[in-house]
């Protein structure tokens, strides 16, 4: 696409003989891969059916659920109409754009299918898993009046459908676009036309995990402020109108964002990682390019096993099995990645163990951030014990604590990060250092995109444990709302313990894949502008200086520096945005119940029912407006950003001095004249630092939210006082301070750092 392939510059002319001439090798891998993923949405169907099959409680608990439900519902339908628009009208501006220049028009329509596609794919992620999430509440509560095994599997299960739903969903997507678009014919060339589907699903994944972040916060800081604080009643407590919504945001937010979120990321993955393969064809042939779709097919073959031989006893802590079924997913995710990889990423000059040993290492940092998660957010560790200390005090001394361990938790993940990244290049390197005729950029790279792999290669089951995290804390709402049995509640209490635990590390697990495939993106994109203005030159007969290349990013130049201070700033504004849409619902949330408990005093004693659905009602409608300003932000500033520098005068430039008649360039020229790059090089800046600058932010957030979280919860415990103690006053404040944080902008910049690379990945042609 768009003139030579991806890092084909990289890759030289020299009598190397290659694995295939033709992709009919490829064949029976791609059939392969396809028919893992049909039989993965089999499996989920079953899964959901034998949930729902499920009994479902007393006509009290199916109450509380079906007004669950009906909210939740209500709530994607209207937040999915408001997207679908939104994309509609960026897929006429790809279409546009494209097809006012010659080089791009014929790739247009393909682009804007791959577009369209990816975004519905997303949509049917997020909306299926939340299906299943919002039926299966009542029947893990149902399924805890008789033993907690039989309630962990079946929250469990209810989990798997979303995190089965959403592989799946990115291999078929991915994989039957490269089928229909030639990609068995073309091999080389079809990856290039799967871009839009990355962009798609940032897009959706962005609106649906930042209105759903929005949605479910601002209904809990809301029953919390008024519930909690003021009134003095339990959490999910049927007397608090808010609770309701409060469990509705549970489902829109954790379920359908989330699976949004690691849909982006998989199909971030598979798009990117074929285009480096499309690189490497004379060493791998299309093997190389399908390469992603049979991991992800291990990935879902692995995560069935490993969740269905999650069990507990009534004695045991559920977090015990949940991590038993993850070590056997791993396990077998492994041993899939090594035969994969022997089979399919071999030849005369190449090492295959170098090449397992980047899977290694990508699954060993999917190892390493839930280790550091857990340790920042587990009541156990130093961290969130000292935030429970400082509680003590009072609420000044709680935030700053939490504000501190907040700041210190992107360090250990940094330091994963990088020697992931120099490990896996150093690894990439080695595998195909006696291949000839390509340059060790392109080598490192490749190992960088394999260790993404070995990351992502348990990404279903990741997701089962995420979204058993809302089911089980919805059974224990319905639980105490309908007044079932202590005993029952202690099981759900357990739990919804376990369920808070994966949903940050998931948090954990999400930034650190958003971060690996964000670099394998920034590359891309990089190599994209190279072969973007190879080919202009070559079309206007201009002077391209041999060995040139566009990966030396030059802050010195103002363009760049400017692009780079708007990348960052884009991560504090977006970020700020989202919060205050939070703090304004909940502020709306706080005076309805605030007028209800005024209007109808019976409410607080028990003797009327509040209305559950006035609450839903204002927060949906707040929340869906909301997410449109931050959501508009992300996706036009990266846009302006190379329109405008595109056309400012190539003075900016560092390189751009008057070089007299007959010189040699030191930069691609038409007419004498240096191609100006003023654009393409703003939006690398803005990308490169952005992209940092939104992972460190998201570490602080994720964490130092989810810390507060479990601060609170351990007072709550009984110790330092308890429940309505100073100490659990000061930590329920802590608590509302980091509840925007950790479900609403932390998770939302998860997305909007791959949406930056997938749009200025898309829109690259623009910029030049």
Same mark, same amino acid.
């Given at each position: 696409?768009?003139?030579?392939?991806?890092?084909?510059?990289?890759?030289?002319?020299?009598?190397?003989?290659?694995?295939?001439?033709?992709?009919?090798?490829?064949?029976?891998?791609?059939?392969?891969?396809?028919?893992?993923?049909?039989?993965?949405?089999?499996?989920?169907?079953?899964?959901?059916?034998?949930?729902?099959?499920?009994?479902?409680?007393?006509?009290?608990?199916?109450?509380?659920?079906?007004?669950?439900?009906?909210?939740?519902?209500?709530?994607?339908?209207?937040?999915?109409?408001?997207?679908?628009?939104?994309?509609?009208? +960026?897929?006429?501006?790809?279409?546009?754009?494209?097809?006012?220049?010659?080089?791009?028009?014929?790739?247009?329509?393909?682009?804007?299918?791959?577009?369209?596609?990816?975004?519905?794919?997303?949509?049917?992620?997020?909306?299926?898993?939340?299906?299943?999430?919002?039926?299966?509440?009542?029947?893990?509560?149902?399924?805890?009046?008789?033993?907690?095994?039989?309630?962990?599997?079946?929250?469990?299960?209810?989990?798997? %459908?979303?995190?089965?739903?959403?592989?799946?969903?990115?291999?078929? &997507?991915?994989?039957?676009?490269?089928?229909?678009?030639? #990609?068995?014919?073309?091999?080389?060339?079809?990856?290039?036309? @799967?871009?839009?589907? #990355?962009?798609?699903?940032?897009?959706?994944?962005?609106?649906?995990?930042?209105?759903?972040?929005?949605?479910?916060?601002?209904?809990?800081?809301?029953?919390?402020?008024?519930?909690?604080?003021?009134?003095?009643?339990?959490?999910?407590?049927?007397?608090?109108?808010?609770?309701?919504?409060?469990?509705?945001?549970?489902?829109?937010?954790?379920?359908?964002?989330?699976?949004?979120?690691?849909?982006?990321?998989?199909?971030?993955?598979?798009?990117?990682?074929?285009?480096?393969?499309?690189?490497?064809?004379?060493?791998? &042939?299309?093997?190389?390019?399908?390469?992603?779709?049979?991991?992800?097919?291990?990935? @879902?073959?692995?995560?069935?096993?490993?969740?269905?031989?999650?069990?507990?006893?009534?004695?045991?802590?559920?977090?015990?099995?949940? =991590?038993?079924?993850?070590?056997?997913?791993?396990?077998?995710?492994?041993?899939?990645?090594?035969?994969?990889?022997?089979?399919?990423?071999?030849?005369?000059?190449?090492?295959?163990?170098?090449?397992?040993?980047?899977?290694?290492?990508?699954?060993?940092?999917?190892?390493?951030?839930?280790?550091?998660?857990?340790?920042?957010?587990?009541?156990?560790?130093?961290? %969130?014990?000292?935030?429970?200390?400082?509680?003590?005090?009072?609420?000044?001394?709680?935030?700053?604590?939490?504000?501190?361990?907040?700041?210190?938790?992107?360090?250990?993940?940094?330091?994963?990060?990088?020697?992931?990244?120099?490990?896996?290049?150093?690894?990439?390197?080695?595998?195909?250092?006696?291949?000839?005729?390509?340059?060790?950029?392109?080598?490192?790279?490749?190992?960088?995109?394999?260790?993404?792999?070995?990351?992502?290669?348990?990404?279903?089951?990741?997701?089962?444990?995420?979204?058993?995290?809302?089911?089980?804390?919805?059974?224990?709402?319905?639980?105490?709302?309908?007044?079932?049995?202590?005993? *029952?509640?202690?099981?759900?209490?357990?739990?919804?313990?376990? &369920?808070?635990?994966?949903?940050?590390?998931?948090?954990?697990?999400?930034?650190?894949?958003?971060?690996?495939?964000?670099?394998?993106?920034?590359?891309?994109?990089?190599?994209?502008?190279?072969?973007?203005?190879?080919?202009?030159?070559?079309?206007?007969?201009?002077?391209?200086?041999?060995?040139?290349?566009?990966?030396?990013?030059?802050?010195?130049?103002?363009?760049?520096?400017? #692009?780079?201070?708007?990348?960052? /700033?884009?991560?504090?504004?977006?970020?700020?945005?989202?919060?205050?849409?939070?703090?304004?619902?909940?502020?709306?949330?706080?005076?309805?119940?605030?007028?209800?408990?005024?209007?109808?005093?019976?409410?607080?004693?028990?003797?009327?029912?509040?209305?559950?659905?006035?609450?839903?009602? *204002?927060?949906?409608?707040?929340?869906?407006?909301? /997410?449109?300003?931050?959501?508009?932000?992300?996706?036009?500033?990266?846009?302006?950003?190379?329109?405008?520098?595109?056309?400012?005068?190539?003075?900016?430039?560092?390189?751009?001095?008057?070089?007299?008649?007959?010189?040699?360039?030191?930069?691609?020229?038409?007419?004498?004249?240096?191609?100006?790059?003023?654009?393409?090089?703003?939006?690398?800046?803005?990308?490169?630092?952005?992209?940092?600058?939104?992972?460190?932010?998201? /570490?602080?957030?994720? =964490?130092?939210?989810?810390?507060?979280?479990?601060?609170?919860?351990?007072?709550?415990?009984?110790?330092?006082?308890?429940?309505?103690?100073?100490?659990?006053?000061?930590?329920?404040?802590?608590?509302?301070?980091?509840?925007?944080?950790?479900?609403?902008?932390?998770?939302?910049?998860?997305?909007?750092?791959? +949406?930056?690379?997938?749009?200025?990945?898309?829109?690259?042609?623009?910029?030049?």
């Amino acid at each position: 696409m768009l003139g030579v392939s991806f890092l084909a510059m990289a890759v030289q002319q020299v009598p190397y003989a290659p694995a295939v001439v033709d992709g009919s090798d490829g064949r029976v891998y791609l059939w392969i891969a396809l028919g893992v993923g049909v039989l993965a949405l089999v499996a989920a169907l079953m899964l959901a059916r034998a949930v729902i099959a499920s009994d479902t409680g007393t006509p009290e608990m199916r109450a509380i659920s079906d007004a669950i439900r009906e909210g939740a519902e209500a709530f994607l339908r209207r937040q999915y109409k408001t997207i679908g628009a939104i994309a509609l009208v +960026l897929a006429v501006v790809v279409f546009v754009g494209y097809k006012l220049s010659p080089r791009t028009s014929p790739y247009a329509l393909k682009t804007v299918v791959s577009f369209l596609v990816g975004a519905v794919c997303s949509g049917l992620a997020g909306f299926t898993g939340m299906y299943c999430s919002i039926r299966a509440n009542i029947r893990t509560a149902s399924a805890a009046r008789t033993s907690l095994n039989k309630a962990l599997q079946m929250a469990l299960r209810g989990g798997a %459908v979303t995190g089965l739903v959403v592989v799946a969903l990115s291999l078929l &997507g991915v994989g039957v676009l490269f089928l229909f678009f030639g #990609g068995l014919e073309h091999p080389q060339a079809v990856p290039y036309q @799967l871009v839009g589907f #990355g962009f798609g699903a940032s897009l959706v994944a962005l609106f649906a995990q930042l209105g759903g972040g929005i949605y479910t916060k601002a209904a809990d800081v809301g029953a919390d402020l008024v519930g909690k604080v003021e009134a003095g009643i339990p959490e999910d407590d049927p007397r608090n109108p808010a609770v309701i919504a409060d469990l509705v945001g549970d489902n829109v937010g954790d379920c359908a964002g989330r699976g949004a979120d690691l849909f982006e990321s998989t199909a971030a993955e598979n798009v990117g990682a074929m285009i480096l393969g499309a690189a490497l064809y004379p060493v791998f &042939g299309v093997k190389g390019i399908l390469f992603p779709l049979i991991v992800h097919a291990i990935n @879902l073959i692995a995560s069935i096993v490993g969740v269905f031989v999650v069990s507990t006893r009534e004695d045991e802590d559920p977090m015990h099995a949940l =991590n038993k079924g993850f070590y056997v997913t791993s396990a077998l995710a492994l041993a899939g990645f090594a035969g994969a990889v022997y089979t399919m990423l071999n030849g005369p000059q190449v090492q295959p163990i170098w090449l397992l040993g980047c899977g290694v290492i990508g699954l060993v940092t999917a190892f390493l951030f839930v280790w550091i998660t857990e340790y920042y957010t587990e009541a156990i560790y130093r961290p %969130v014990k000292s935030i429970v200390e400082a509680s003590v005090t009072g609420p000044a001394t709680n935030i700053i604590s939490g504000l501190a361990v907040g700041m210190e938790t992107p360090a250990m993940p940094v330091v994963v990060i990088s020697a992931a990244l120099l490990l896996s290049y150093y690894f990439g390197v080695q595998g195909l250092a006696g291949v000839a005729g390509i340059s060790d950029y392109a080598k490192g790279i490749y190992g960088t995109a394999i260790a993404t792999m070995g990351m992502l290669s348990c990404a279903a089951y990741i997701l089962a444990m995420d979204t058993f995290g809302p089911i089980t804390d919805n059974a224990g709402g319905i639980i105490e709302m309908s007044n079932q049995p202590h005993e *029952i509640r202690d099981r759900t209490d357990k739990l919804d313990s376990a &369920g808070n635990t994966t949903k940050a590390l998931t948090k954990g697990y999400a930034i650190g894949s958003a971060s690996l495939a964000a670099f394998l993106l920034f590359s891309a994109y990089l190599e994209e502008i190279k072969t973007i203005v190879t080919d202009k030159v070559a079309l206007a007969g201009g002077y391209m200086p041999p060995g040139w290349s566009f990966t030396n990013i030059n802050l010195a130049q103002v363009p760049v520096f400017v #692009g780079a201070l708007l990348g960052a /700033m884009l991560t504090y504004l977006f970020s700020s945005l989202a919060i205050k849409a939070v703090g304004r619902t909940a502020q709306m949330v706080v005076k309805d119940v605030r007028d209800q408990f005024k209007e109808n005093p019976g409410i607080m004693l028990g003797s009327s029912k509040p209305d559950y659905a006035r609450c839903v009602n *204002i927060v949906t409608g707040a929340a869906l407006k909301e /997410m449109v300003v931050p959501g508009l932000l992300a996706v036009g500033l990266p846009v302006a950003v190379g329109l405008i520098f595109r056309h400012l005068s190539s003075s900016y430039q560092a390189n751009s001095a008057l070089y007299a008649p007959g010189a040699i360039l030191p930069v691609p020229a038409i007419g004498g004249v240096p191609v100006n790059l003023a654009g393409a090089e703003a939006v690398a800046g803005l990308l490169m630092v952005g992209t940092i600058s939104g992972v460190l932010l998201a /570490m602080l957030m994720n =964490n130092g939210g989810g810390a507060w979280d479990n601060a609170k919860k351990f007072i709550e415990t009984g110790q330092y006082g308890g429940k309505k103690s100073e100490a659990h006053k000061a930590a329920v404040v802590g608590d509302t301070v980091g509840d925007p944080f950790k479900d609403t902008a932390g998770p939302s910049l998860h997305v909007l750092i791959k +949406l930056l690379a997938t749009i200025t990945l898309v829109l690259a042609p623009l910029f030049v």
